[in-house]
């Protein structure tokens, strides 16, 4: 199983980023993640959103390749919230763009905590 997969690893690393994968090469790809499926699917899943995440913005060739039921799939990542089956789900919104919250409290009272006047 390692000899394969740095086989698979030695084939992605020496093809250029975001071209075309000859479909022979793709097929025998596939079989072999749906062989080892015990193995492969949860690192594969989250490879593949992100490969389709890096792919729609490398190129405009680059995303063309990308089926749009595979932009559907991955779409919500990406939006503020989205309808499910139990309701209404609204994500996190990450620290970077959130507003600004100050973790530690009032950091001027914790500051004079420690300066010697």
Known sequence: MQAAFQDWADRASAAPPFDEVPLA???????????????????????????????????????????LDVIDYIGWRHALACETETGLHMKTPDRMLAARVDVQGDIDERVREFLVT
Do not use: C, G, H, Y
Not at 36 to 54: G, I, Q
């Open 25 to 67: 090469e793709r097929d025998q790809f596939w079989s072999w993640l749906q062989e080892n499926e015990w193995l492969t699917f949860k690192p594969m899943t989250d490879a593949f959103v992100l490969s389709v995440e890096a792919s729609l913005s490398a190129s405009a060739a680059a995303a063309a390749r990308i089926p």
